[in-house]
């Protein structure tokens, strides 16, 4: 595709329930990332990959959040028993490496937990 | 801790007028500083980079300066129009052995009244 897409673009799930993120980069682009935003703040640093393994994770709040890119390419982030604090808008980027390339960012999938 | 502050946290200007968004960061080692446009329920586009030797980069009506010294960095838009009303985040990347580490901004809201 022209670009990074996300999907769902809006996903509201129950406290305590099991979500999974998905993440299409733009094609060739070896690096992805994960980012969560709240309202009104600015994108938070998750994950990155680097091909198909994780090169940095630090940015994952605790052991609910996992992502996943068995091939290299589509990503998927999945939280298990979600809480409400988790609600948040989550985004992914892609760049063709890694290092200083710029980033290109999807239009994220808002996360709501009721 | 590596940190990017921005300022006014929200401003609104009337369409034709000239505003500068600012952004200072204690992020090292300096690698590179972005200022990304988001629109609502969008991702982030890249407007301007500028690198540690660069003091100024424009992008149309956008002009960015970037003080390596002071770690200050501005945004000028100049005759501004109502498709400039979106948030602007200051990124600033800091060069980390598994690929360069971004640091966001709060952002600024900046809406555009006719």
């Known amino acids: 595709g022209a670009g990074v897409s996300q999907t769902p673009s809006n996903k509201v799930t129950e406290k305590g329930k099991y979500v999974e993120l998905r993440c299409d980069p733009i094609s060739g682009h070896t690096a992805l990332y994960w980012y969560r935003q709240s309202l009104g703040q600015g994108p938070e640093f998750l994950i990155y990959f680097q091909g198909t393994g994780a090169a940095d994770d630090s940015g994952l709040p605790n052991d609910r959040f996992f992502a996943v890119r068995p091939e290299g390419s589509v990503s998927t982030l999945k939280i298990q028993r979600t809480e409400r604090g988790d609600s948040a808008v989550y985004l992914c980027?892609?760049?063709?490496?890694?290092?200083?390339?710029?980033?290109?960012f999807g239009p994220g999938t808002r996360l709501t937990v009721l | 801790k590596n940190q990017v502050e921005q300022s006014p946290q929200s401003l609104i200007i009337l369409e034709g007028k000239n505003c500068t968004l600012q952004?200072?960061?204690?992020?090292?080692?300096?690698?590179?500083l972005r200022w990304y446009k988001q629109d609502t329920g969008r991702g982030p586009v890249s407007l301007t980079i500028m690198t540690f030797s660069e003091n100024t980069k424009s992008n149309g009506r956008y002009t960015a300066t970037l003080d390596a010294d002071t770690k200050q960095s501005s945004l000028h838009i100049t005759a501004s129009q109502l498709s400039d009303s979106a948030s602007y985040i200051c990124?600033?990347?800091?060069?980390?052995?598994?690929?360069?580490?971004?640091?966001f901004g709060g952002g600024t809201r900046v809406l555009v009244k006719p």
């Open positions: 952004c200072n960061y204690t992020v090292s080692p300096f690698s590179n």
């Open positions: 980027a892609s760049s063709i490496a890694g290092g200083g390339n710029e980033q290109f």
């Open positions: 990124v600033v990347s800091a060069i980390k052995a598994a690929g360069n580490k971004l640091t």
